[in-house]
Each structure stands twice: as C-alpha cells, then as structure tokens.
C-alpha cells in the first residue's frame, strides 16, 4: 500500500518529538505538518490532508517571508487537496498563489514553476475550461523539455495531462499519442507497480473506451485496478474510479451484471470518502441506476 501507514507512523513520532522541544512557530514543525498532510492525501484521506497542510501554512505565514517557497509548497498541496475533493475554484485561487510565488523566486526554466501549471491545468480541464487547461499543461511541458532529461517522470506527467484535456475535447488519437508516451517512459523509470502506471493504464483504458475499443479498454483497466489493489490503501478514491471504468465498459459491452457488481464497489468506497452530494459519486450512483434498469 505504499507503505503509507509506516510512513504516516514515522512522521507523527517526528511531531511529536518536535513539539517537546521547539517553539509552536517553528518552521521545523510545519514541515513535520505539511509531511504528514501529504501521506493523508496520498493515502485519500483529504480532509485530514487539509487540516495539516493548513496548520504547516499558519506556521510558515507566521514566520516566514510572504514570497518564501515553502508557502508556495504549502498554497500548492492545500489546492491539490481541493482538487481532489471538487473544490475547484478553491483549488485555483491556491495553486494561483503558489504560482505567483515560484515566478517571483525562481527561474523561468525552473521545475517547480511547471508543477503550478500542471496543477493549474488540471484544474481548468476539471472545470471544463479545456482551452486554458491545454495552455497551462504546454507551459508545463515547455519548462520541463529545458530543464529535465527526456525519461524524467514528470515529462510523463505532462503527457498525461494533456492528453486527458485531448480526451475530454473528444481529440482520441492525440489522447492516445500522449498517454502512449506517458507510459513509455514510466516504463523506463518507474517500478512495475508504482501507481503512476496504474494512472496511464486507465488513461489508456478511459480512452479506448471512448473509441469503442472495449476489449482493449478492458485490458488496460484490469492493470490498472491490479496496480492499485496492490499499492493503495482499501477505501482510496482511486480504486473507486478504477471499479467504476471497469463497470463503464462491461456496460457498454452489455455485460450488465458484471457492470453493477463493479458500480456498486465503486458506490461502496466514495460513500466513505465524498459528501452525499459530491458529483463523482452521483455520477456512480447514476450509472448504477441505468443498469439496475436493464
């Protein structure tokens, strides 16, 4: 599971051995915060995610400079939290602020100023804004192509993203073209098992399936599903999304008790994790009901 429960073990004794011995505004504790606030978010626990990012930002606004890249750390994990949880327009006035940061403190070819368009862009595209999305996620690509040798993993993760806005603008060759290259070189330099394989596998999978392709997109589901049954924790929204693609596409193959089993796990999780009324789970719940009604 990512060993996330030993790493959230690991950083708690770390704040509580802090706490015993440092001032409550020191910078050190807000990075034992912000650690931990990570691992919560990795593992889809957001709103625990939140509260520690959000104490990591009160100590470093308390005591750090206002254009100090560790805010722009803290402003960037806080909007990657709202993204995750469909706040969007929270999520954007956050990573807007962390973006202004690094533009002010570092280098235009600088990575971290392409993790802020990434995050930026994957923002729009949730939004909708696909035109906007697909210039943020250039500009990341643009960053990353002059700073970072070509296998690096986060070139990966701009392929990816552009190719989910060429999906969403119904663009499914180019879709497939950038995800092909994502995983190319994840391929190269990721383990067999590291979750971001398992997020281009169901890339390809959603894209295949929009295309018709449904054994394919069957395929690359199942790997994708395998990957994270094996890498993160039972109730991660992941896996919600995962058992909802795999129903999508024995839907769309007629395989309609297979597509309700899937749909109901993925109803399972996200009651565990999202509001009542969150979009993500009325779409699962939705797509169960159109089943249940063949």
């Known amino acids: 599971m990512g060993n996330y429960a030993e790493a959230l073990s690991y950083y708690v004794k770390c704040l509580e051995i802090r706490k015993q ?22 593992m889809g626990n957001n709103p625990e995610a939140l509260l520690f990012h959000e104490k990591a ?17 803290s402003y960037g994990n806080i909007g990657l939290v709202h993204d995750s949880m469909g706040n969007y327009p929270k999520a954007l ?20 100023l392409a993790g802020s368009y990434n995050n930026i862009g994957v923002v729009h595209d949730c939004m909708g804004a696909y035109v906007e999305a697909l210039s943020f996620h250039k500009k990341a690509l643009e960053v990353q192509q002059q700073s970072l ?20 603008m119904v663009n499914y060759p180019e ?10 070189i994840q391929h190269q330099s990721l383990p067999a098992n590291h979750p971001d394989l398992a997020d281009s596998y169901n890339n390809i999978g959603v ?36 058992y909802h693609n795999i129903g999508e596409v024995h839907r769309n193959m007629g ?8 749909y ?11 509001p009542w009324n969150h979009f993500e789970l009325q779409k699962y719940r939705n797509d169960l009901a159109h089943v249940n009604n063949k």
Not at 95 to 112: D, T
Not at 210 to 239: D, V, W
Not at 264 to 274: F, M, R, S, T, V
């Open 255 to 262: 395989n309609y008790s297979k597509a309700r089993t899937f």
């Open 21 to 42: 011995s440092l001032p409550p505004n020191r910078t050190h504790l807000a990075h034992c915060y912000n650690n931990i606030g990570v691992v919560h978010a990795k």
């Open 175 to 184: 879709a497939l073209s950038f995800h092909e290259k994502a995983l190319e």
């Open 57 to 73: 930002l009160e100590i470093r606004q308390e005591s750090l400079p206002a254009n100090h890249p560790d805010l722009a750390h």
């Open 149 to 168: 040798p070509s296998g690096h993993p986060d070139l990966a993760s701009s392929y990816s993203n552009i190719g989910n806005v060429h999906n969403h």
């Open 264 to 274: 109901e796990h993925a109803i399972q999780i996200g009651e565990k994790l999202l």
């Open 93 to 112: 006035s956050f990573h807007g602020k962390a973006l202004e940061i690094w533009q002010q403190s570092v280098p235009p070819n600088c990575p971290q």
């Open 207 to 242: 894209v295949h399936n929009n295309m018709g392709n449904y054994p394919k997109a069957l395929s690359f589901h199942e790997r994708a599903l395998k990957i994270r049954e094996q890498s993160l924790t039972s109730n991660h929204p992941e896996l919600a999304s995962s």
